[in-house]
């Protein structure tokens, strides 16, 4: 499914996620190949399902699209909002600290997960050009767990198996969210 078919299906902000158990978000998702207006149109549309959902990060495999997109709405923490396009993790910091994830395909569910405090993204803007982004704190997790998104990992992965286990009903629950 293209971008641009899948703009056309999503009229409703708040019934375009798809949630733990939807196959889509176990694949790994194509590099945006052709940079064309109509990304401009999903990225506004995923920052209303970020707004409408509470979320601060969404990647295109949530709304059931396998492409390598990406939107961060930090202006809560004064950080601004990006949309940015193959993301691609260059650098990592060997310090690493725990923190509460949750995610918008896996609602009400949190739990800590250590990753690296500050990362260094290469990636394109919506337009097609070339940015690096130096990040740390907040920043760098939401990076780190959305670009995941695009690999076919959930932050639940992160986790260990023992403490995984204890959500088994909710996530049961979570499934049948999916349509």
Avoid: W
Avoid at 3 to 24: D, F, M, N, T, V
Avoid at 32 to 40: A, F
Avoid at 80 to 92: E, Q, T
């Amino acid at each position: 499914m293209t971008y641009i078919s899948r703009l056309r299906e999503l009229s409703k902000a708040e019934h375009s996620l798809i949630y733990y158990g939807h196959p889509s978000l176990r694949h790994q998702s194509e590099c945006v190949n052709e940079i064309v207006p109509e990304l401009k149109d999903l990225a506004k549309i995923m920052f209303e399902i970020m707004k409408v959902n509470n979320g601060i990060g969404l990647a295109a495999p949530q709304i059931n699209l396998l492409q390598q997109i990406v939107t961060v709405d930090l202006e809560s923490y004064n950080l601004g909002k990006m949309a940015i396009l193959n993301p691609r993790i260059v650098h990592l910091s060997e310090d690493r600290e725990p923190y509460d994830e949750g995610c918008l395909s896996i609602p009400g569910i949190y739990e800590s997960v250590i990753r690296p405090v500050r990362i260094v993204v290469e990636a394109l803007d919506l337009e097609g050009k070339e940015i690096e982004i130096n990040a740390d704190g907040i920043l760098a997790r939401v990076l780190q767990h959305e670009i995941d998104h695009l690999h076919g990992i959930l932050f639940i992965d992160h986790i260990e198996e023992h403490i995984r286990r204890n959500y088994l009903k909710e996530l049961k629950q979570i499934k049948k969210m999916n349509r």
